[in-house]
């Protein structure tokens, strides 16, 4: 993840295993009390990257509790994102004077277990840039990397909106020098005065875990 985010005004803290070290705050531990283990530990660890990330920023420790939607609930003046899957963890927090939101995913880096999945993540048009993509660079998980360009587009979207998108809603083409875009089919939001229609990220597939990032940075304006 730290390699997708080198050139923005961001702080990225990933791990690969769950420390022992990594703690909850008490109102952390009500919402994961009656979790199985590996939630449990999900939601622990990533909150601990967290902690790290903000410390870099000079943000005190503090609870990071689930907000609506399930969105994380940011300390004042922060924007961030957390994601895991099975074997990784990260979160990437920024000044909001410096970062207007910013969505990251991670994946297995392998392609989607279940074809049906596609479908529902992809349109035609979609779909028929994957099999382009796919007879140039067949190693690639086209389809992984583009379902979570759209959980990252969503992560982006959601701060900003306080509004479900559907995958539907927004058409991403993933690019093989490792960048995507992403096209909103509705309304965008508006930001420092301008609707947004497109969201531009970066992906990459490395060490077993495909990665999405999207960072929309403060434009100043004169």
Not at 1 to 12: E, F, G, N, R, Y
Not at 15 to 36: G, I, K, M, Q, S
Not at 144 to 156: G, W
Not at 212 to 217: R, S
Request: some cysteine; hydrophobic content about 45%; aromatic content about 6%.
């Amino acid at each position: 993840m730290a390699s997708l985010l080198a050139s923005v005004p961001v702080t990225v803290e990933e791990t690969h295993d769950d420390p022992a070290d990594a703690v909850l705050f008490p109102e952390e531990e009500a919402v994961v009390a009656n979790a199985v283990a590996k939630r449990r530990n999900e939601f622990t660890t990533v909150r601990h990257c967290a902690r790290a990330a903000l410390s870099r920023i000079g943000v005190p420790p503090a609870p990071i509790l689930p907000g609506q939607r399930g969105a994380p609930r940011w300390p004042a003046g922060v924007v961030g994102s957390m994601t895991h899957c099975a074997g990784y963890r990260a979160a990437v927090v920024a000044r909001a004077d410096q970062v207007v939101s910013l969505g990251v995913d991670a994946e297995p880096g392998e392609p989607l277990r279940d074809p049906g999945v596609l479908d529902l993540v992809a349109d035609e048009t979609e779909r028929a840039a994957l099999a382009a993509l796919g007879a140039r660079q067949p190693a690639t998980p086209w389809d992984r990397l583009l379902f979570s360009a759209k959980e990252s587009v969503y992560k982006t979207w959601f701060p900003l909106t306080g509004r479900w998108l559907g995958f539907e809603e927004a058409r991403v083409d993933l690019a093989a020098d490792g960048t995507f875009t992403a096209r909103l089919l509705v309304e965008g939001p508006v930001v420092e005065g301008v609707e947004v229609k497109v969201f531009s990220g970066r992906w990459v597939v490395r060490d077993g875990i495909a990665a999405t990032a999207i960072v929309l940075p403060v434009t100043t304006r004169t």
